[in-house]
């Protein structure tokens, strides 16, 4: 199989010189994939698939053009780079553009781990019956779930290749699993639902589906008789699951591409303090059977631990080869082939390191005020920082979880929330590339009744 | 329909016969409906900024998806190439989810089945036409932007589009086939201004060729707005926090039809009963001013298609009539198990995606008042006429959206500009808040795009101008 990868990623980017082009990069991935629901005890869903995907980009000079396919039969392949180089004739010269100066050596994959062969012994009835345990730990685990949306176990094994004119030809391999439960609690006040949901690329790594399934119920059932507060200002605290939507923000404000297009918050702040001393967040590649690991990027750059925030202080953009040499500066190894081919800035693991204190030290410390489970919405404005989104949570009273709050806004600006974090959980969670703990900002709007 | 049509007969050389071996294969385990749909789909983009052309992209994607339904279950499995030994192999894959069943009997074709619109005004897709014209629209787009006022910094243009051709063939006697364009422009500017900045979108498009950008959607026309609303913000004061009366502009604010109620009526939910709509039928919702539609047969616009992804033609579907919950947006399985006539809502992302109910251009009707007599009746409140996007809980019905751009007003009259904020309600009675409906309905111009499970759709969605008595607005300013 992987030879086939590597032979059609050889032989595009060879058709892509004879035609012209000056250089020229290829990008192959190919998933399995399985996925099954059970709901209310019985498979519901069960959808299973090989898929494979090629992105092109050449160059002509300065100039480029990108194509992609699911089709890998010669004859496409042959048609599409030569109707990507007749494009890129077509486009303007950019003076940034071109491959990267430097890729990836040999490196030792397999030290990643990014790949757990015991997957191969997990039959497809096993994956089926672990979706149907999880559903059945959430519906027992309270009374109160009466519905579902189901639980559910999702496989994937994957291999990508890449390959360039220069010579850089590299692969690896991915596994991950997943175990999801949605459970749905119903009262007398109305119906609520919520889920957990367990990730991992091992499957010794990954939760029971017994804990995922009574974790997902936990969180429904608290939800029960929510109910709006009054319009006030006070400290809000973000569960890891909604702290990550955080650090997703300023993932967005600090790639590359958003600062070269000043459309960012965080545009010309390095080596300024952005956020709160004991703030520290990095991207980095090279986590041990991390979610977001890969020993190269998708231009084959060489992977990293880059510190993009340190105690506070701005330290690094992350780059592409294009955002760096735009931007002069070096890239971090965080290319990342969108779907039509061209190279953004993606995360790898990108997450805000812990701190101490637990999470119930947290709520603890707070006299009345909000802790956020959940925020909906579209209300982030990563140019200027503006942020209102709807929140669910739970109110804190006297350092206690007290009752359940929805339909409520929380508002403020992501500039002086990042000033405003006050503590930081010791409680990482990592459920993909973008990860976070608990956190503590010391006020926030919350617009309500 | 001439069968010399589709690319998949023509091109790929696929046969009636071969057909009904595919949905013969996916029933041999006894399922009792299957369904096969094929997909080929061009697309290109070109994108454009610090005024120069960046990239051009052109992407070919082809693929079988095959679908069992076994009772309430769902097997699914697809192909990526039309050789017959992977589509086989997918069927049998499908068909698995029925193995406790009884093998049904097999299944014959007749190829008479006939669409039953054609809403989609192209002569020449515009996937056929060279990449230079479409060059041209966002040049033009980029020089009206920069010349709106020396503030504008950054101007991002794209152009996309899409041919996707269809071929659906199921086992109760579906055959039908389909080429479904889609067009669109996107213009973003950002505005700076005293180390401020801010930024401001504005697109349109819709099921057309490049013609689409000759009258309004022209991207001049395009380009001034996304600069004017990038201008405008860099005076936004706080908006308010809080209940209050609020007036959404006509068109695109229309996305609170989407949120609040669209999604709680897909008819999934309301069979499994996770939906806040659910059992609601024939009870009053909304105000009696409200009349709301979801209409996938308007020609040429983003959520119309002759024929959904399950080969069900599109309908005109009313979901609420002078206040009153008349049904849900029904795809095959969810009509089947609950006996309800399908709507021609069942769609999907593309062939490696199961259908599910989804909204096609969603709307409500327009009433009777003057838009500035709406205006004028609110002493203090919000007018808010651009949004960027919206979400829903649709289990607990809370539902939000997000505006760009709104404006106080004070005393009957619209005042200073706000930053963007959240509006946050209860889906099965924000709607017996609408106070006031305008007579000017608009649908917007053709760049919803729609989320659930996983898949994006295109979508439209339509607002005359409205009155909400109350709703919570999530400003910083209390």
Request: hydrophobic share 40%; aromatic share 6%; proline share 4%.
């Given at each position: 199989m992987s030879?086939?990868?590597k032979?059609?990623?050889e ?11 000056s250089d ?5 991935r190919?998933?399995e ?9 019985e ?7 090989v ?6 980009r050449v ?5 480029t053009?990108t ?11 042959d ?8 494009m890129?004739?077509l486009t303007?010269?950019?003076q940034?553009?071109g491959l990267?100066e ?9 030290g990643l781990e990014?790949?757990?062969p ?5 039959t ?15 519906m ?7 519905n ?9 094994r ?9 010579g ?11 175990i999801?439960?949605l ?5 007398t006040?109305g ?20 804990t995922?399934g009574?974790?997902a ?6 939800r029960l008789?929510?109910?709006k507060?009054?319009?006030?200002e006070?400290p ?8 990550r ?11 590359g591409?958003?600062?070269?297009r000043r459309?960012s918050?965080l ?5 300024q303090?952005?956020g709160a001393?004991?703030l ?6 090279r986590l041990?059977?991390?979610?977001g690991?890969?020993p ?5 750059v060489?992977t990293?631990?880059?510190f993009?925030i ?5 330290k690094?953009?992350?780059h592409s080869s ?8 070096v890239?971090?190894?965080n290319?990342?082939r969108?779907?039509s ?5 993606g ?6 390191l812990p701190g101490t ?5 947290i709520?603890g410390?707070v006299?009345?005020?909000l802790?956020?489970v ?14 209102s989104r709807?929140a ?11 009752f ?5 806004t929380?508002?403020g600006?992501?500039?002086?929330m ?7 959980g010791?409680d ?8 976070a ?13 | 329909?001439d069968?010399k049509?589709?690319?998949?007969f023509?091109?790929?050389?696929v046969t009636?016969?071969d057909?009904?071996q ?8 006894g399922g ?10 061009i697309n ?7 005024q120069i052309?960046k990239?051009a992209?052109?992407a ?5 998806g ?12 697809y192909?990526?190439?039309?050789d017959?030994?992977s ?10 989810i ?6 049904g009997?097999?299944?014959a074709i007749h ?6 619109h054609n809403l ?5 897709l515009?996937?056929?036409l060279?990449i230079q014209?479409k060059?041209?629209?966002?040049r ?8 709106y006022?020396?503030r ?5 243009a794209?152009?996309?589009?899409e041919s ?8 109760d006697g579906?055959?039908v ?5 889609l067009?669109r ?5 950002i505005?700076?201004?005293?180390g401020?900045?801010?930024s401001?979108y504005q697109?349109?498009?819709g ?7 000759e ?6 026309a395009?380009?001034r707005e ?9 005076s936004?004061v ?5 209940p ?7 068109g ?9 109620i669209g999604h709680g009526?897909?008819a ?7 939906s806040?709509f659910?059992g609601?039928?024939g ?5 009696e ?6 209409d ?6 983003r ?6 992804d399950?080969?069900?033609?599109t309908?005109?579907t009313?979901l609420i009539?002078?206040g009153i919950?008349q049904g849900?947006?029904q795809?095959?399985l969810?009509s089947t198990?609950?006996?309800?006539s ?5 769609r999907?992302?593309g062939?490696d995606h199961?259908?599910?109910?989804r909204m096609?251009?969603?709307?409500m ?11 004028r009746s609110v002493?203090?409140?919000?007018y808010?006429?651009?949004?960027g ?6 289990t ?5 959206f997000s505006?760009?751009?709104?404006y106080?007003?004070e005393?009957g009259k619209?005042?200073a500009?706000?930053?963007?904020a ?11 808040q ?7 309905l608009?649908?917007?111009q053709g ?26 607005v ?5």
């Open positions: 030879r086939d990868l032979e059609s990623a032989q595009v980017v060879r058709r892509a010189v004879q035609k012209g082009a020229a990069d290829v990008f192959i190919e998933e994939k399985f996925s099954v629901t059970v709901r209310m005890g498979v519901e869903t069960l959808k299973e698939a898929s494979r995907g090629l992105r092109l160059f002509l000079g300065k100039r053009a194509s992609q396919t699911s089709d890998l039969s010669p004859s496409v392949l048609k599409l780079v030569d109707e990507s180089v007749e890129a004739r303007s010269e950019d940034s553009g990267p430097r890729t990836a050596g040999d490196f030792n994959v397999a990014l790949v757990d015991s997957w191969d012994k997990f497809p009835e096993q994956r089926i019956e672990w979706a149907r345990r999880t559903e059945a730990a959430a027992k685990a309270d009374s109160r779930i009466t579902s949306e189901g639980g559910s176990f999702d496989f994937e994957s291999r990508t290749v890449i390959g360039n004119t220069r850089f030809l590299g692969e690896y391999a991915e596994t991950g699993g997943s999801a439960s459970p749905v609690a119903q009262s006040e119906m609520q639902r919520d889920f957990w949901v367990s990730v991992a690329r091992f499957q010794s790594e990954l939760e029971s589906p017994e995922v009574k974790h119920a936990d969180r429904t059932v608290r008789g929510a109910r507060v009054p319009t006030c006070v809000v605290v973000f569960d890891p699951l909604t702290a939507s955080l650090v997703g923000h300023v993932f967005q404000a600090c790639a591409d958003s600062i070269y459309s918050f545009f010309d702040l390095l080596n303090q952005v001393q004991g520290t967040i990095v991207d980095d590649a041990k059977r991390g979610l690991s890969v190269f990027d998708d231009e084959g060489p990293q631990k880059t993009v340190e105690d506070g202080v701005l690094n953009y992350l294009y955002t760096a040499r735009k931007l002069r500066s890239p971090t190894g290319g990342s969108t779907g081919g061209t190279i953004a800035v995360p790898t693991n990108f997450y805000m204190a637990s999470p119930e030290d709520i410390s006299k009345s005020g802790y956020i959940e925020l909906i919405g579209h209300g982030v404005n990563t140019v200027s920082g503006d942020y709807g669910v949570g739970l109110w804190i009273e006297n350092g206690k979880l007290s359940p709050v929805h339909e409520v929380i508002a600006n992501l500039r002086q990042m000033k405003d974090i006050e503590i930081i010791n990482v969670t990592f459920l993909g590339s973008v990860s703990p608990t956190v503590k900002i010391r006020n926030m709007v919350i617009s309500g009744e | 329909m069968s049509k589709s690319i998949f023509e091109d790929y050389g009636t016969s057909l009904e595919y949905l013969n294969a996916a029933l041999e385990r009792n409906y299957a369904d096969i749909y094929f997909e080929y789909k290109y983009s070109i994108a454009l900024e610090e052309i990239t992209t052109k070919v994607n082809i693929g079988v095959i679908r069992v339904l076994s009772g309430e279950k769902t097997g699914y499995a192909a990526e190439d039309l017959k030994q589509i086989l192999k997918a069927a049998r894959t499908a068909a698995f029925a193995s406790n069943s009884s093998a009997g097999t299944v190829p008479q089945m006939a669409r039953e989609y005004s192209v002569s020449l515009s996937t056929d060279g014209q060059i041209a629209l966002i033009e787009a980029d020089q009206a932007a920069r010349e006022d020396p504008i910094h950054q101007v991002q794209s152009y996309v589009d996707k051709h269809v071929l659906i063939v199921s086992s579906k055959y086939w389909d080429v479904q364009p067009v422009l996107n213009v973003s500017c505005a700076e201004e005293n401020k900045r801010q401001g697109g349109g498009g099921r057309r060729s490049l013609d689409i950008f009258d309004d959607l022209n991207p001049t395009l380009a996304a600069a004017r609303q990038a201008i405008l913000q860099l936004a706080d908006a308010p926090a809080g209050m009366e609020v007036v959404l502009g006509n695109w604010p229309g996305i609170l039809l989407h949120e609040a009526l897909e999934d939910f309301n069979r499994k009963g996770t806040a659910s609601l039928i009870k009053k919702v909304a105000s001013l409200c009349t709301v539609v979801d996938g047969t308007i020609p040429d616009r959520g119309s298609l002759n024929v959904d399950e080969g069900n033609p309908h005109k009313v009539e002078k919950l849900y947006l795809d095959q969810s198990l609950t006996r309800a399908v709507t021609g809502n069942g999907r992302q062939y199961i259908p599910i109910p096609t251009n969603t709307f009707v327009a009433g009777e008042s003057a838009p500035e007599d709406i205006i002493k203090k409140g919000l808010a006429v651009h949004f996007g919206g979400q829903v809980d649709i607990s019905g809370k539902f939000v505006t760009s751009e709104a106080l007003i005393d619209i005042t500009p706000v930053r963007g959240t509006l946050i309600g209860d889906g099965p009675t924000v709607l017996r609408v106070s006031m409906v305008g007579n000017d608009k649908l917007d760049v919803g795009i729609c989320g659930k499970e996983g898949q994006t759709v295109p979508v439209s969605v339509g607002l005359p101008t409205i009155k909400i008595k109350g709703i919570t999530g400003g910083t300013e209390k």
